[in-house]
Structures are given as C-alpha cells and as structure tokens.
C-alpha cells in the first residue's frame, strides 16, 4: 500500500510555471505506475499524464503536451510535475495517482485503473 500527498500548487499569473510534488509513503513504490489527474470547477476528473513503473516511458494528455513534464525519482519516491507556459484553463486541482503494476513500461490514462490517490493540490491560472 501506499499513501501519497501532493504539494506545491498555488496562484500563477498565465505563462508561469509551477512544479507539483507527490511523495509516496511504503516500500515498494518502485512497484507502481504513477500518474497525475486533474478537475477543474464543474469538470469531470481528467488525464494530464502518467509515468511508468520503470520510469522510462511517459505519456500526456493533448491539452499540456510539450508543456508540462512529468518525471519520477523512485529512491527518493517522489513524482513531479513541471508545468509551464500555463494558461488559465489549466486551473483544477491537481491529484497524484498510483497503481501497483508488474508492467515496467506500462502507462495509463483511466482514472479506474488507479488504485492510490493523493488528496489533491489547488493550481489557480490567472489571465
């Protein structure tokens, strides 16, 4: 089992950036697939990207690709979220999402395949 919390969310003006910290509590964090959610006012809960197990392979939504980047440091059990050229669409609360997997290069966007989350950090946009 593992428990993860969010931090570093806050208020940034359109262009910004910010960089999401999710640290992950247990043993064997290696074991899980990592991903990161996001849901604005109103929304539905929506993929922003995910990070495999193995680290080495990642994937993005279409909204953020090329401008945020998600990247894990198992021996330190962290996964992060830089976010730049932000733009006031992006404001949601963000959520850091784990799933146990035997797949080393395994990726995924469902917010059903996830079986940890974090209890979410606010990230406000302004024009």
């Known amino acids: 089992q593992v428990q993860l919390v969010e931090s570093g969310g806050g208020l940034v003006q359109a262009g910004g950036s910010l960089r999401l910290s999710c640290a992950a509590s247990?043993?064997?964090?290696?074991?899980?697939?990592m991903g990161w959610f996001r849901q604005a006012p109103g929304k539905e809960r929506e993929f922003v990207a995910a990070?495999?197990?193995?680290?080495?392979?990642?994937y993005y939504a279409d909204s953020v690709k090329d401008r945020f980047t998600i990247s894990g440091h198992n021996a330190k059990n962290m996964v992060y979220l830089q976010m730049s050229s932000l733009k006031p669409e992006d404001t949601a609360v963000y959520y850091c999402?784990?799933?146990?997997?035997?797949?080393?290069?395994?990726?995924?966007?469902?917010?059903?395949?996830?079986?940890?989350w974090g209890q979410g950090t606010q990230v406000t946009v302004s024009a």
């Open positions: 999402a784990g799933k146990l997997t035997t797949y080393y290069s395994g990726l995924y966007y469902d917010s059903y395949d996830y079986n940890y």
């Open positions: 990070i495999s197990r193995s680290g080495s392979s990642t």
């Open positions: 247990g043993r064997t964090f290696s074991s899980y697939a």
